[in-house]
């Protein structure tokens, strides 16, 4: 079973510029979720959807971050403009259904210089 | 906000010893889940326990989950360099709206001397 997909791997840009990163999740999971990780600390949620709708994007910073999940399968999250402290990994992880059992990518790391 | 605690946040032993991490919530918790992440590495799911006081095995790893569905801990027999890693609690909170994502601490470093 393939794996949940995510691209870039690493991803270097200015402070200002916009960034979007890709995920594919696990075939059949209903349930996807993008996490920031920064050094140290545990991920932490920022958006989970269900299908295409979002359940939940309460700790999404909604005035430079978007999501979205076309079609319930493939998702893009984007950084406009950047800004230093979204310096961190970006983890995609995926769930048959719910916040139960989820399964992570190899993530993103960014560097907002 | 809601939060999940963890502690220690580093913990060095020699090879052969025990390792238990605890981890402790401000509210009640639905469920609590436990990943391990390696060095450079993401987050793979161990375990999920759901009910009060529930007790879990994995090989040489046992998993609780307190009375009050508040704490739970991860302890680990006779380490071995393999074992070296963060280890997260992940909390469910109970939600009217039953919508809510995991809340993760800030994870215990296993650091492991040969």
């Known amino acids: 079973e393939a794996g949940v997909a995510q691209s870039p791997r690493y991803k270097i840009i200015e402070k200002r510029q916009s960034v979007a990163f890709w995920c594919n999740p696990i075939?059949?999971?209903?349930?996807l979720y993008w996490y920031q990780q920064i050094l140290g600390q545990g991920p932490k949620l920022l958006i989970q959807?269900?299908?295409?709708?979002?359940?939940?994007d309460s700790q999404l910073p909604k005035d430079r971050f978007s999501a979205e999940r076309l079609k319930g399968v493939d998702s893009t999250l984007k950084i406009q403009p950047a800004k230093l402290e979204d310096s961190a990994v970006y983890l995609c992880?995926?769930?048959?259904?719910?916040?139960?059992?989820?399964?992570f990518g190899p993530g993103t790391r960014l560097t907002v210089t | 906000g809601q939060q999940v605690m963890q502690i220690p946040q580093y913990q060095h032993v020699q090879e052969g010893e025990d390792f238990t991490t605890y981890c402790n919530s401000s509210t009640t918790l639905s469920n609590i889940q436990w990943y391990k992440q390696r060095p450079g590495g993401h987050p793979v799911f161990l375990i999920q326990?759901?009910?009060?006081?529930e007790v879990k095995k994995q090989k040489r790893l046992t998993f609780q989950f307190g009375e009050a569905k508040k704490n739970s801990s991860l302890h680990i027999t006779a380490t071995q360099t393999t074992d070296v890693g963060t280890y997260f609690c992940a909390g469910l909170m109970y939600s009217g709206g039953g919508a809510d994502g995991l809340t993760f601490g800030k994870g215990t470093h296993l650091i492991i001397q040969p």
């Open positions: 992880a995926s769930s048959l259904v719910g916040p139960y059992e989820q399964y």
């Open positions: 326990l759901v009910k009060s006081g």
């Open positions: 959807f269900q299908n295409n709708g979002v359940v939940d």
């Open positions: 075939s059949g999971h209903a349930t």
